[in-house]
């Protein structure tokens, strides 16, 4: 993953420092290790956040905030990832979560019609808590684990490549039979990934 463009994405401790955002946790969430961006904290921190982010409880961003201090991964991914549910995600959201818990529990996975009113609430939660909650927690565990794969791999990938052109750059360098051809080869490689992604 281009850690550049992360750092891009995320505020700097000293901007937030200024705005005061985080003075209620103490001195300790401005520490460099929860701001540092490598393969650890950016991979954890796309598990921390999507799995609070399906959590179906209030302050997600605090205890987001908290995961991310306690598993030393980069604060600010954790925090803002948890904007996966939103308004506008979050009623698709709780009936997917609402549908794969009840399916888990072998329950009949039609949902009551909803009524704003304290009486359904009283009468027909009670059913509905338990598979909308494992659904929650088992599609937090789906996401988070899919996004700590992801950013691990593609950033393993990255790192890959990147040491195989600085080999091939050496190589290059001190004039080794059949690099220069490997070069030509890795430089055409390198533009047509560039096209391709410019298209």
Known sequence: MPKKTLKQLTPSPARLRRWGALDRFGESVYNGNLWHINRYSASMAFFVGPFV???PVPGQMLIAA?????LRCNLPLSVGLVWITNPLTAPAIVYLAYRLGALALGVPPGMPAFSFSWSWL????SALWQP???GCLLLGLFAGS???FVINTLWRWRVGLQWR????????ANGRPGARRQGQ???REAQDSRQRTST
């Open 66 to 70: 908290l995961a991310a201090i306690r």
């Open 185 to 187: 080869v890795g430089q």
């Open 53 to 55: 982010a399906f959590l």
């Open 132 to 134: 909308l909650l494992l």
């Open 146 to 148: 899919l996004g700590y």
């Open 122 to 125: 009283s009468s027909e939660f």
């Open 165 to 172: 052109r600085r080999k091939l750059a050496r190589a290059l």
